[in-house]
């Protein structure tokens, strides 16, 4: 490949893939995400690569493994050009038929067709899922029709013209401008406007100057910088390469987390092919920019995602954070100014950029613009990545994307921002998503993380699994996060077996309100939000598990109880059968009932049961 | 060359710094006690045991908290030493510290000045209070680089490199000289969970008329 040296270079580079892709007959795109592939969708591309091979040579039909498109319930993804058909949980099998039937014959294949769950109709093409209807997918979009691992790709769809644009018609100064002006803030959580950030950064006394991006996603169930980087690596190395210009770094890193292997290795193929192309390394497009970018890997700590303890991460010490007095864009990486920004704040810059500010800020509320990826998971129909503009109502994301509730239960509530956001109860589903709302909630916006919760979901258990997790995460310098989560963890084990008395709460309040206060670093200073927040909301149900002894969703083993009903109990012996205690008595077609005694609260009973006869309570 | 001179206020009263000088020092020129568990002079300052937490504003009425060992004097500063969130924080971490070490001199003492007599937490019986000064004195005194920490959370114990004595330690005998663990403790401590007490203090000092427990100052140093 010819290195690219000036915009017309990339004009004429896109001009010639595009003609080439002009000439395909059709494409068959494969989701290749991190979800799809447990899904097998790597033995669906493998059939297909076996089946495309079989045609005539005449015919021209390229296949693509993209990225994450989002609806990873329906996983794997088959999308077809020129048909435009979307098909889905697609196995292996079906692979000689779709390119049998709908490649040769152009006839569409019911059955692997997404089905509308409000009117039974068949969807033929991706944009009428219900799912995407009522999403704004900026971002995520593109997933759909690149190949990570190929540049040209994304070249084609107009990749790097941002770029170019802006390194030739505006100073850094302006870039900073317009990235203010846009009202952009940053996607890690925190939500500090991008703009001022880099102002700051720019300003700051030092050279070199770093950028980094921070793809440490630890959150449980949060997956969406992971697809944003797994699917579409090249928009974030140009939204890097325009930050470098307008800051003055000279060196980037993208720090990926040790769990995210497909990721480090579509980031790391991004950046050589960019360098290959003259988009990294020395005179970038004939401009004098000089910037490259180079991957660092974490080992796997949650709190590697702070920016003190990234950095020291990076520079190949603990992965501790410091005191914070004096911030990373002043003295980062090795004492220099550096500008740390989370995956998808990244992506956004480029399409600010492409699209103006002016755009950009109408989309959104008044304090947070553009759009936001949530990725939903948890008990309602459809999860995966959603993204939405800011100001939507957590009602719209969760009931008309998410597709409501699973099985007619009722949703309770659902935990946004993480480990460090906390739980809103459906009578606030009217909020809309902003940093500020949720913030008022008592919850934050986090990097993203949605997870629903029914009337299945108790609350103890969910604050419980949350204190744990960061328990276990805290790097433990800092003694009111190390030993203040050890014993929110002990008091909230207590309560889910109904120990306590009338200190209890109080107690973990006042736990709580110090270790929010006194933590070093955000780790511990919102490590208490989901206790907080469940406290604030869902008090009754801690005060059932300590008064009543009872855990009213049957979650916390110790305080459940199961039982027969003899009226529905047909005396079949399912659950005598599978009882591994032997604690179901009974004659045969007569009720059953179990021994309290010697029940060890398995709860296999209940899933075998015919007539739904094993009650608990 | 001359360094600045910063002006900020500490508990109401209007204090001088050189620029660059933490809270902690600035406010301990002027006789301003603050207690502190993993600091030593010459040794870096760490962060890590929270005790000596101030409340810092810059008069916009959004208040932190921030260790005064860590965080330098700034102009026009407003620390709050004795305020009732610091105490709350100190109170706190002190119970949490003797609740985990409650066989550790220091442990008992800043237990004692909060005027903890009860702890609501069941006792552990650690020794080390993983405050970092053995880390600290082997490295940066001593040349030692001996030691150090391993582990995460609360599995993070002090170790040496692969558990092995490395040909950098010299037997100095500095970590021992600075550990709080070693200090012989307060036998007083008879049933789990109760704080005997009897070192606190029980008269009011006239220096500081107004604090609801012990004080710090320095005529009466931890």
Aim: proline share 5%.
């Amino acid at each position: 490949m010819n290195k690219i040296q000036s915009a017309s270079d990339l004009y004429q580079w896109r001009e010639q893939i595009r003609s080439r892709q002009n000439l395909e007959d059709g494409v068959v795109y494969v989701c290749g995400g991190t979800g799809c592939q447990a899904l097998g969708c790597q033995k669906v591309k493998e059939a297909f690569e076996k089946e495309l091979a079989k045609l005539k040579r005449g015919r021209k039909i390229v296949l693509k493994s993209t990225g994450c498109p989002g609806l990873c319930e329906k996983g794997p993804l088959v999308t077809l050009h020129p048909q435009d058909l979307f098909y889905q949980k697609v196995k292996p099998e079906d692979v000689p038929r779709i390119v049998a039937e709908t490649i040769l014959q152009g006839k569409v294949i019911e059955d692997l067709l997404l089905e509308d769950p409000a009117d039974r109709r068949k969807i033929l093409s991706s944009r009428e899922v219900p799912f995407y209807r009522p999403q704004m997918r900026l971002l995520l979009g593109n997933n759909e029709f690149i190949d990570p691992t190929r540049i040209g790709d994304y070249v084609a769809m107009g990749g790097y013209q941002a770029l170019a644009e802006t390194l030739l018609r505006m100073k850094p100064e302006e870039v900073i401008s317009e990235i203010k002006a846009s009202g952009l803030r940053g996607r890690g959580g925190a939500g500090y406007p991008t703009g001022q950030k880099w102002e700051n950064c720019r300003r700051a006394a030092g050279e070199p100057k770093y950028i980094v991006c921070n793809c440490d996603e630890g959150d449980p169930g949060a997956f969406m910088d992971r697809s944003l980087l797994e699917g579409n690596p090249h928009s974030i190395l140009e939204g890097m390469l325009i930050g470098a210009y307008a800051i003055g770094a000279s060196r980037g890193f993208i720090y990926v987390r040790h769990e995210y292997p497909l990721a480090l290795q579509h980031a790391e193929i991004a950046i050589s092919q960019a360098r290959e192309a003259g988009l990294l390394g020395k005179n970038i497009l004939g401009t004098g920019l000089e910037f490259d970018v180079e991957t660092a890997q974490g080992g796997g700590a949650f709190v590697c995602g702070e920016s003190t303890a990234l950095i020291a991460s990076i520079e190949g010490r603990t992965g501790e954070p410091w005191s914070k007095q004096i911030h990373t864009v002043a003295q980062g990486l090795w004492g220099k100014p550096t500008n740390i920004n989370n995956v998808e704040t990244w992506a956004n810059v480029p399409l600010i950029l492409q699209k103006g500010s002016q755009w950009f800020s109408t989309l959104g509320t008044d304090g947070s613009k553009g759009t936001k990826i949530f990725s939903l998971v948890g008990k309602v129909k459809n999860t995966g990545l959603v993204e939405v503009p800011m100001g939507t109502t957590l009602r719209e994301i969760i009931y008309d994307i998410g597709g409501g509730p699973q099985d007619g239960k009722r949703i309770k509530a659902v935990q946004t921002g993480g480990p460090s956001g906390g739980c809103i109860p459906a009578s606030l589903f009217h909020l809309p998503v902003d940093y500020e709302s949720l913030s008022q909630a008592g919850s934050m916006m986090g990097s993203g993380g949605m997870i629903v919760m029914d009337e299945g979901t108790c609350m103890v258990d969910v604050a419980k699994y949350f204190v744990h997790f960061l328990e276990e995460e805290s790097c433990g310098k800092c003694l009111p996060c190390r030993e203040g989560l050890r014993r929110m963890g002990q008091i909230l084990d207590g309560i889910s077996e109904g120990k306590g008395d009338s200190e209890t709460l109080p107690l973990l309040e006042e736990l709580a309100a110090v270790v929010a206060d006194a933590s070093l670093c955000g780790l511990g200073k919102t490590a208490p939000n989901p206790v907080l927040s469940a406290l604030r909301y869902f008090r009754e149900e801690f005060e059932e598990h300590l008064v009543h002894q009872r855990c009213p969703a049957g979650v916390c083993h110790s305080l459940v109880r199961y039982s027969i009903s003899p009226e529905a109990c047909t005396g079949c012996g399912a659950c005598q059968k599978i009882c591994p205690a032997g604690a179901i008595k009974g004659e045969k077609e007569e009720p059953h009932h179990i021994e309290a005694e010697l029940c060890t609260k398995c709860g296999s009973c209940m899933e075998v049961c015919p007539t739904r006869a094993v009650l608990v309570c | 060359m001359k360094r600045k001179t910063i002006n900020l206020t500490v508990d109401d009263k209007p204090i001088e710094a050189e620029e660059g000088t933490t809270i902690l020092l600035a406010a301990r020129q002027y006789g301003i006690h603050i207690p502190t568990i993993c600091y030593l002079e010459g040794l870096s300052p760490y962060g890590g045991c929270r005790i000596c937490v101030v409340e810092i504003g810059g008069g916009n009425g959004k208040n932190s908290l921030d260790t005064s060992c860590t965080r330098q004097v700034q102009e026009g500063m407003i620390v709050q030493t004795q305020s009732p969130r610091v105490v709350r924080a100190r109170k706190m971490i002190a119970e949490l510290l003797v609740a985990s070490a409650p066989n550790v001199k220091v442990a008992q003492d800043i237990a004692a000045r909060m005027g903890l007599m009860k702890v609501r937490f069941p006792m552990d019986d650690n020794r080390c209070i993983l405050c970092g000064l053995c880390i600290r004195m082997c490295y940066e005194q001593m040349d030692g680089k001996a030691l150090g920490f391993a582990g995460r959370g609360t599995g993070r114990w002090v170790t040496m490199p692969f558990q092995k004595r490395p040909e950098s330690c010299r037997l100095c005998r500095g970590c021992e000289y600075v550990c709080p663990g070693t200090i012989v403790p307060c036998q007083g401590i008879k049933v789990p969970g109760e704080l005997c007490g009897r070192c606190r203090p029980v008269e009011e000092y006239r220096c500081c008329p107004n604090s609801t427990f012990g004080c710090f100052c320095e005529e009466n140093p931890l």
